[in-house]
C-alpha cells in the first residue's frame, strides 16, 4: 500500500509537471500519464502467477479502480437469544473495467478479524501411561477470532511477502510470541506452537477459511457472507477489504464492527466483572432461596 | 431452544442444561452429596470451559445442598454440632484451595490435577464402598448383625485422640480432631474439583468417625451448603468464572430433582443406597481415567486468560 501511496503521489507530481509544461492540459492527457505510469510500473512487475483470461486492459485513459465497502451490520448485539450469525461484508470497485461478474479481472480479499489476546499453548507427551502438559508457549496475542474470505484460492492472488505483511490467510495470522517463551524453545518448535494454535482455533470454529466465498454479483459489486459462530470472544471486530489485480493490489478498504453485549447480558456482565464478590453473593443468595422455595413448595405438597 | 451464557461466552441449550440439573439433583438428594462431582464433569463434556464448570457447579451445589438439607432436617438427621465444626475446617481448607486453584492454572497443570483427584478418590472411595455394600447386602440376607454396630468396646485409633467432644446427635463421643481433619481436607479439594466433597466426607464418617448412615447424609449436606457457598463467593471474586444464567438452569431443575431424590432415598435401605453411590463413582472414575491414558487426537491445546480476568 505504502508503496502504491508513494507512486500516486509521483503520479501527482508528474501531472503538476506536466501542467507546467504543457499549454492545454486535458484531465484525460493527465489520467493518461498517471494510467501510463502505473501500468509500466505492473509490467515490471509482473505475477508470475497470471492473471484470468480478458485481464489484460489496453492502456486507456481511465480512472484508477477504488475499492468502497460495508458490513451488513456494524453493530451486533449479543442479548440472551443470541446464537451466532452472519456478517455479509459488500463492497462495489469503483471504475470498474469488469466487462462482466463472472470476467474474474478482479480478485477480492475479506478479511473479518478479533481482538488480540495472550493465548498460552501446551503440549502433551506421555509420561509413564499418561497424557501430560509437558511444554508450553505463551503468545503476547493471537487473534480471538478470524475468517478470511476471497474470490478464489490466496495464494493465486497475492506474493508470499504481501501476504505475511497484512495478515492475510491463516498462515500468516499475526501470532506474537511472547519473548521469555522464544529464547528456550527451538524454532522449528515455534512452528509447530503456532500451527497448533491455528489448527486448535479452527476446529473450534473460530478461524475460518473460505476461498471463492467472495462473490461478483455485477461487474462492480462484490459481497461475501461470513459465519460467526455463537461462542466468538465478545469485543469489537475489523473487516479489512483488498481489491487486487494481477496480483497487484489496488484499493483497500477498512471497517470496525462492534460485537457488544447488550440488556440482561450487558448488565450480569458488568455486574461479575466490576462487583464480584457481591456478584458470588447474589448468585448464593439465588441458590438458597432457590432451595428453600422448593422445600417450603414439595412439604406443602407432601402435607396436602 | 437456547439462551445465551454472560460468562461462559455462548449459547447453551436450555432442555440440556434443565435435564442435567434435574438428574444431578435428583442424585444429590438420593445419596447426601452435593452432586458437584457428576455435574463438574458433566458440565465439561457439554461444551462449557473447565473454570465456568468448576465455578457454577459450587453454585448449584448450594441450591440442590439446600433443599437436601432442609428434607434431612425435617427427619431430624443432621448432627448441628459436628457439622459446625467439619465447616470449622472446610473453611480453611476451602481458601487454601481456591489459591491452590491458580497456582496449578499457571503452571498448566490444572486438568492433569482435577483428574488425577478424581480418579484417585473416586476409585478408592468407589471401591471401598463397593466391597462394603456388597457385603452387608449378603449379611442382611444371612440374617447376621451389620458390620457397622458400634460397640462399647470398639475403639480405633481416631478415638485416642484428645480435644472430646461430645456429639450427642450421632451418639459419639470422640475428638474433634478428626471431623476438623476431614472438613479441611474436604474443602480444599472441593475447591479444585468443583465439587462440595460429599462422596469424600460420607464415607470418611461413615467408616473413620462411625457415624450413623441417616445422620451422615443430613450432616453432609448441612456442611455442604456453607462450603459451597463460600466456594461460590471465592470463585466469582477470584477466577470470575461463576455463570449466574447457567447456575439458575441448573439450581430450578437441581432443587427440583434434589426433592425427589430425598423421598425416593427414604424408601431405600442404606447398604442399597451405597451399592449404588458406588456403582455411580465407579463409572465417573472410569470416564475421567479413560480420557488421561487414552492417545489424544491433538498434542497441543490452548488456553486464553478466562473472562475479564487479569
Not at chain 1, 474470505?149 to 490466496?154: D, K, L, M, N
Amino acid at each position: 500500500m505504502t508503496v502504491l501511496r508513494a507512486l500516486s503521489a509521483t503520479g501527482a507530481l508528474w501531472l503538476a509537471l506536466a501542467g507546467g509544461a504543457w499549454p492545454l492540459p486535458s484531465d484525460a492527457a493527465a489520467q493518461t500519464l498517471a494510467r501510463g505510469h502505473e501500468d509500466s510500473r505492473r509490467i515490471v512487475q509482473r505475477s508470475p502467477k497470471g492473471a484470468p483470461a480478458g485481464a489484460r486492459a489496453a492502456p486507456q485513459p481511465l480512472p484508477r479502480e477504488t475499492v468502497e465497502a460495508d458490513v451488513s451490520s456494524r453493530a451486533i448485539a449479543i442479548t440472551s437469544a443470541f446464537t451466532g450469525t452472519e456478517i455479509v461484508v459488500f463492497g462495489s470497485v469503483i471504475n470498474s473495467r469488469q466487462p462482466s461478474a463472472e470476467a474474474g479481472y478482479y480478485d477480492v480479499i475479506v478479511v473479518l478479524e478479533g481482538v488480540p489476546e495472550p493465548v498460552v499453548a501446551r503440549r502433551k507427551s506421555n509420561v509413564a501411561g499418561l497424557w501430560v502438559n509437558t511444554d508450553a508457549f505463551d503468545f503476547e496475542s493471537a487473534p480471538s477470532y478470524y475468517a478470511i474470505a476471497s474470490t478464489r484460492p490466496i495464494e493465486e492472488i497475492a506474493e508470499e511477502e504481501f501476504l505475511e505483511a497484512h495478515a492475510i490467510g491463516l498462515d500468516y495470522v499475526r501470532l506474537s510470541p511472547a519473548a521469555r517463551s522464544v529464547i528456550r524453545t527451538e524454532p522449528a518448535e515455534i512452528k509447530n506452537f503456532k500451527e497448533a494454535v491455528v489448527r486448535r482455533r479452527q476446529r473450534d470454529g473460530l478461524y475460518l477459511k473460505a476461498d471463492y466465498a467472495v462473490i461478483f454479483i455485477g461487474k462492480s459489486l462484490f459481497r461475501a457472507s461470513i459465519a460467526l459462530p455463537a461462542h466468538v470472544p465478545v469485543g469489537p471486530l475489523t473487516a479489512r477489504v483488498y481489491l487486487f489485480r494481477e496480483g497487484e493490489v489496488l484499493s483497500t478498504f477498512q471497517q470496525r464492527v462492534r460485537l457488544e453485549r447488550e440488556g440482561i447480558e450487558l448488565w450480569i456482565y458488568w455486574f461479575a466483572m466490576r462487583h464480584p464478590a457481591l456478584y458470588g453473593l447474589f448468585t448464593v443468595m439465588i441458590a438458597v432461596i432457590a432451595g428453600l422455595l422448593a422445600s417450603a413448595a414439595f412439604r406443602r405438597k407432601a402435607a396436602a | 431452544m437456547h439462551i445465551y451464557l454472560p460468562i461462559a461466552e455462548m449459547p447453551a441449550n436450555v432442555l440440556l442444561f434443565l435435564g442435567m440439573g434435574s438428574a444431578v439433583g435428583f442424585l444429590s438428594g438420593l445419596f447426601g452429596v452435593g452432586g458437584g462431582f457428576l455435574l463438574t464433569p458433566l458440565l465439561i463434556f457439554s461444551g462449557i470451559p473447565t473454570p465456568v464448570a468448576v465455578g457454577t457447579a459450587a453454585a448449584q451445589i448450594v441450591a440442590s445442598s439446600v433443599s437436601g438439607a432442609i428434607a434431612q432436617w425435617q427427619r431430624n438427621n443432621v448432627d448441628i454440632k459436628m457439622g459446625l465444626v467439619l465447616l470449622a475446617g472446610g473453611v480453611a481448607g476451602s481458601v487454601i484451595g481456591v489459591q491452590m486453584v491458580r497456582i496449578l492454572r499457571l503452571a498448566g497443570q490444572f486438568d492433569l490435577f482435577v483428574a488425577l483427584a478424581y480418579v484417585t478418590f473416586l476409585g478408592v472411595i468407589g471401591t471401598l464402598m463397593l466391597i462394603e455394600a456388597v457385603g452387608a447386602i449378603q449379611r442382611a440376607r444371612t440374617q447376621q448383625q451389620p458390620l457397622l454396630q458400634r460397640g462399647s468396646g470398639q475403639h480405633n485409633w481416631v478415638h485416642r485422640l484428645p480435644l472430646k467432644m461430645r456429639f450427642h446427635r450421632s451418639k459419639l463421643y470422640i475428638s474433634a480432631i478428626p471431623p476438623l481433619a476431614i472438613g479441611a481436607f474436604v474443602g480444599f479439594l472441593g475447591a479444585i474439583i468443583g465439587a462440595g466433597g460429599g462422596f469424600i466426607m460420607v464415607p470418611a464418617m461413615i467408616y473413620l468417625l462411625r457415624m450413623p448412615t441417616n445422620i451422615v447424609i443430613g450432616t453432609s449436606l448441612f456442611q455442604i451448603v456453607f462450603v459451597a457457598g463460600l466456594t461460590t463467593v471465592m470463585q466469582a471474586a477470584e477466577n470470575y468464572s461463576v455463570d449466574v444464567v447457567l447456575a439458575l438452569l441448573l439450581i430450578v431443575s437441581g432443587v427440583i430433582g434434589a426433592q425427589y431424590g430425598a423421598a425416593a432415598g427414604a424408601r431405600l435401605k442404606g447398604e442399597q443406597l451405597r451399592l449404588l453411590l458406588a456403582a455411580l463413582v465407579l463409572l465417573v472414575c472410569v470416564r475421567i481415567g479413560w480420557d488421561l491414558v487414552a492417545t489424544p487426537d491433538d498434542l497441543y491445546s490452548i488456553t486464553t486468560s478466562f473472562g475479564g480476568a487479569p
